[in-house]
């Protein structure tokens, strides 16, 4: 049964930095879209990033581009978000989603499928991360 585990959430500084980990289990990373999605208190889930089964393509929110890094292990099963220079605005349930897809950017709807919710198959109970001082 595939499955996403998520970890590596916590309380930080503003300015400070965490990486999150998504690891998965059941089924072949390189045939997944793996996207990374957060939800504050009393806001919809929004989508944040996500990396290609094949890895070289990412996409990122405006909102955390150049802060936020994402990546993969293929050795491990597990896609990190190295965040940095974390704001209070960040803070949120972060959770990672699988999608059976092998497109990429080169995907027509590429843009739009990889931000969709919809998009995605499988998803971890999420990892809390808070920005405070």
């Known amino acids: 049964q595939p499955q996403v585990v998520e970890s590596g959430g916590g309380l930080v500084q503003p300015g400070g930095s965490l990486r999150l980990s998504c690891v998965t289990s059941g089924f072949n990373l390189d045939f997944f879209v793996i996207g990374w999605f957060r939800q504050a208190p009393g806001q919809k889930r929004e989508w944040v990033s996500c990396?290609?089964?094949?890895?070289?393509?990412?996409k990122y929110a405006e909102s955390v581009k150049d802060r936020f890094t994402i990546s993969r292990d293929k050795a491990e099963n597990t896609v990190y978000l190295q965040m940095t220079r974390l704001k209070p605005g960040d803070a949120a349930v972060y959770y990672c989603a699988a999608a059976r897809s092998s497109a990429t950017e080169k995907t027509p709807g590429w843009d739009i499928l990889s931000v969709s919710e919809e998009f995605y198959d499988y998803w971890g109970q999420g990892t809390q991360v808070t920005v405070s001082s």
């Open positions: 990396i290609s089964g094949s890895g070289g393509s990412t």
